[in-house]
Structures are given as C-alpha cells and as structure tokens.
DNA sequence: TCAAAACGTTAACAAAAGATAAGGAATTGG
DNA sequence: CCAATTCCTTATCTTTTGTTAACGTTTTGA
C-alpha cells in the first residue's frame, strides 16, 4: 500500500478525535513511519516491552496469550482500529501477550519516543494529549462492555450478540478463535452454533 | 468528614498523576462539590444520564446490572478510586446501571459541565487533559486485565488471584456480590471456596 | 428488642461445559 | 499438485456449574 494512502487513514482516524489543521499534520506525520507486516508475522511478543502503538490502514491482526501451551485469542484489530499491549506500551512492561497478523497487513505506527516528543511538541502537545485521552476512553468503553458481557450473559447470549454487532470480519476469523474471544472451548461453541441453527431454521 | 480533608484527598489522587502548584490547584479546587452519599443512596441509577464522576474518599460504593429481576454485582469503588459509570458520563447516554454506596461515603465530584469549564480554562486545561488521559489509561489497564482473567484463568483461578490481589475489604463484601464479580453464582463460589479450604487446611 | 430479611452453606438434581478422540472437509505450503 | 496440517463438527464421557430448596446464622430496620 501506498505509504501517502496509509498516512492519510491515519490523519483520517485522528481527525475522528481531534481536528488538524494542515500545518498540525504536516508537523504530526514527521513523527509517524508505515511498516508492512506479513501474515504470522508478530507486532507484539510476550516478555518484550511494546514500543509502538499502530493504526491498522490495512489487514487485520489477532491478540493471544499462551497457557499451558495452548494459544488463547483475546481480541482482534482490523482495519482503521488502534492496536498496541497497551498494558505494556504505557507502563514500559513487558507484554504478556502476542499480537500476530491475521493476514498481510500494514500498520502507521507512532513509537514510544515519537509520541513523547510529538507531546512536547508546541504546535502538537495539546492535541496529542486530547487524542490520547479520547482513544483511552474509546478503549475503555469498549472493555466495559466486554467484561459486562462476561457477567450478564450467557456464552450462547455472547455468541448471538457477537453474531449481530460484529460484521463480515466474523466470517474471515476462525471460529476457535471466537471460541476464544467468548471465552468458551470451540467444542462449546460449536454446540451453540447448531443450537441456534436449528432455532432459525 | 471535613470538607477540607476531602478535597486535600482528591488533590493528592490528582497528583499522583499530575503535579499542581497551588494557584491550579485554587483554581481547580472551584469546580469540586464534597458531597455524601448515605448507605443505600444511588450514585448512578439506570436509564438516567452518569453526570459526574467522582472519587471515593470515604467508604465504598457497588456497581451493578439488573438483568430478568435480579441484580448482578460488576464491580466496586473503594477509597481512593474514581467511580462513574463512565460510558454514559463520556458519551452522554443513559446508564444501563447502577452505583450504590456500601457504606455511609463521601465523594468529591466534578460534573461533566464544571469539567468541561476546567478543561476550557486557561491555567488548567493542559493539565486536566493529561489527568484525564491517565486515568482512562489506567482504568484501561484494569479492564484490560480483567478481560484477561475472564479468557485464561478458571473461576477457580480467579477467585483465588482475587484472594491474593484484593485486600482486606474483601472480607467485608457479601459473597454473593463477589461471585458476580466473578461470573459465577453465589452457589458455585462457596464449593470453590470449601475445595480451596480443604487444600490450604 | 424482635420479627423479617439477607446471607452463606449444603444437598440433590439438571443442564451446560470441558476433555478427548475421531472423521471428513478445507487450507496450506513446499 | 499433493501431502501435511488445520479446522469444524460430532460423539462419548467426565467434570463443573446452574437451579432450586432447605436450614441455621447474622444482620437489619422498624
């Protein structure tokens, strides 16, 4: 993909939070580089402190954590949505989990050390600052509703809102995967699956 | 409690996120009620607009859903922690639940209209953005953590992490409400709780 | 102070979910 | 292009959890 075209969702989805001026993004995009990421390639891996946050302009990724051997998918990021271990990348920790590419993939990405310069910046400051409070608090929305679904609902009643809130994407990942993410056995997920078949049918 | 004491808590929370020098901290003091909150008495009601968000600097407080009639248990604030139901202080929305206070409470609050003055206001607007980035960050971070628990760890697993992590205040939470918490019923955690006695015994 | 309500535990049974394995379809990667 | 792997479903069996109800204790509130 076009390095221009990439930088251009970025100022796209910026500017979903906070207006730029072009002089604003002239000084903003100095800060930003656009990395391709190949299928099974890692953006993130665990006990290695994340050092960027990114913007998928293209592909889509997956988060995982490992136990007991076994890969556990937490979340998912596609197109035009954030990703980082924002654990790690806030608290320069070392993340506990992987974030892989899904599919060929390229991500504008914005370092550590760019995004506490850009917050120095005059020109910029303010407004890094803004978007860092809005993109959390779009984030933390987004859990909120996450772990109220894990105390509200059943995994068939996660699974059937998943089916109507979650788009196409869906039908792109394997369904361990969502198993995963519902926090369910894909042994499970397949029962619910053809209880609700035969429901609609 | 004193109201002097209170707010000098809510400064010193500030602060642990972003210095103030005593002129801001004048100015920021202007925007701050100290408010009680009888046992029993809502912070937040359900299908009503979240219009404050608060910190605890006495006593504790109880979030919770009612779903088909009964009221499930999602979370706690204890001293020294923000409470609001955030979703719908940010996005302006009703609330789909509620926030009840434990025990007798006192909270500092700042409405959504004297924060977004705050925010306006010349001496401090850089500051409370940054304050405002942070605790989104690390409440964040919490749910973040929290979904985590849901995906990887057996109830089991979380109840005996949350033994370890939570402190004494959990001993003087009802049962019932932390097996909400946990996503399980009150039923399920007291065997939980009689296989980990026989083990530790 | 005292009756009512709330709590935690336990038991018995039902329902759901996990574990394991097998089989066929789809996908992958050389 | 084809062998190997991954994937989804299904079946069986085990374990866990949910449901309902009962009982004694503690707490609450009038």
Redesign the interface.
Known sequence: MDTLIALNKFRKYFESFVPLNDEEWQALSQYLTVDPLKKKKFYVEAGKVCDQIGLVVKGSVRYY?V?DGEE?T?YFSFEDEMLSS??SF??RTPA??YIQALEDSVIVNLSHKNLQQACMNELL??KM??F??LV??H???C??????S???QSPEERYSQLLETGGEALYRIPQHYIA??L?ITPVSLSRIRRRIMKISA
């Open positions: 954590h136990k556990i937490g924002y654990k806030l608290t506990v989990n400051g303010f600052e803004r860092g409070r959390a608090e984030y933390l929305i859990y909120e509703e996450r772990v109220t894990f105390i509200t995963n993410f926090g």
